[in-house]
């Protein structure tokens, strides 16, 4: 009887989280902005409470921190979005240089192509089928304007939602202790709520100083090459820094790509690509582990696979609340001793002198 308990139990489980990942995919829309505003909140809450024993109202406080966010975003919109919609008109363009500068790759690459195609028109079977309704997919600019207007919509919420969380002060934190009718249960969830706020604040407000460094270093670095619009490339730079491991990535590529378009010569071309790298590997194996290694305490491979599946289920945004959004349920892991065991696992290795003592 008690394993049929178990089982159900397991089952159940299994079949909630299943639920939880359903409803997470098909309400993106309204879940991302209400995440982004709680961990912008939870970001600035250190911040807000030094004001507010400055003497500034939680109300003003709060106006001031958004006010501020608001502003980097537009100046980083303002600064950069002219060069970027042309970039974007002149896609077609970009491709052909690049297709030219790079015809000896491409061209081993149609040989293999038709090689390939030729053999498989050799072994197919001559056979007629339905035919086949191709649905025109919509254009380049109808799909980016429809995912801008939707970044800006899930922005501007979740500013705002962030602004009336830090406005109100404690009063979330009164009444979930209001919740609890022990007085170790309001200790617990006291205690876990500022550890998720400690960890998370901690993490981000770090994280967003190392990312400004380094795409002010990016950027210097590609001016002195004679690279165009280099501080735009250390805006993308700060924004890649926030997706673990594949913003370096595709910072790199993106660089690549318009080095290789801008330059008259491809080995000159490549040194920015390789000088991004190198500045993105320096910050992610040195830089980054000394400053937030001991707070973040993951280890990589719980933030790859998180990373993946956030990534998965919602692109891009869903990359970036990824690492905080693991912080805050290794937090909630630690504080429940049933939890305790997925906490372990999460948690990063430890120095085998240390345990000992």
């Known amino acids: ?4 308990i178990r089982a159900l139990r397991r089952s159940a489980g299994t079949l909630a989280i299943i639920a939880i990942f359903v409803v997470a995919y098909f309400a993106r829309d309204l879940i991302l902005p209400i995440m982004l505003g709680f961990l912008l909140a939870l970001t600035f809450s250190p911040i807000n409470r030094f004001l507010q024993r400055k003497g500034l109202p939680a109300a003003f406080a709060a106006t001031l921190l958004i006010l501020s966010a608001t502003t980097c975003i537009g100046a980083a919109v303002f600064f950069a979005g002219d060069t ?3 970039w974007s008109d002149d896609a077609p363009n970009i491709a052909r240089e690049l297709k030219y500068k790079l015809s000896g790759v491409t061209e081993t690459i149609d040989a293999v192509k038709d090689a390939s195609t030729e053999v498989e028109k050799m072994t197919a079977a001559p056979a007629e089928g339905p035919q086949q309704v191709v649905v025109q997919q919509p254009g380049l600019l109808n799909s980016a304007v429809t995912v801008a207007a939707s970044s800006l919509t899930s922005i501007a919420v979740a500013l705002i939602l962030a602004l009336f969380l830090l406005a109100s002060g404690d009063l979330f934190y009164v009444k979930l202790m209001q919740t609890f009718r022990t007085l170790s249960g309001k200790k617990q969830a006291l205690a876990m709520v500022y550890d998720i706020e400690r960890r998370v604040s901690g993490y981000l407000l770090t994280i967003t100083l190392i990312n400004a460094g380094l795409g002010a270093v990016v950027a210097a670095t590609l001016w002195v090459i004679g690279l165009e619009h280099a501080y735009i490339w250390g805006i993308a730079a700060f924004l890649l820094n926030y997706l673990p491991i594949i913003g370096g990535i595709v910072g790199t590529v993106l ?3 318009h080095a290789i378009t801008y330059f008259d010569s491809v080995s000159y071309a490549l ?3 390789i000088a991004y790298q190198v500045l993105t590997t320096v910050e992610a194996q040195f830089v980054t582990p000394y400053l937030i290694g001991k707070r973040l305490e993951l280890n990589i491979v719980a933030v790859f696979l998180t990373v993946v599946l956030w990534a998965w289920l919602w692109g891009i945004a ?4 990824a690492v905080p959004f693991l912080l805050v349920f290794k937090v ?3 504080n429940i001793e049933s939890l305790n065991v997925i906490s372990n696992f999460l948690g990063a290795a430890q120095d085998p002198q240390k345990s000992e003592v």
Do not use: E, N, S, Y
Request: with cysteine; proline share 5%; hydrophobic share 55%.
């Open 1 to 4: 009887m008690q394993d049929d």
């Open 332 to 334: 909630v892991c630690d």
């Open 255 to 257: 660089v690549g790509i």
């Open 318 to 321: 869903g990359a970036l609340v």
């Open 271 to 273: 040194v920015a690509p």
């Open 84 to 86: 970027v919609r042309a």
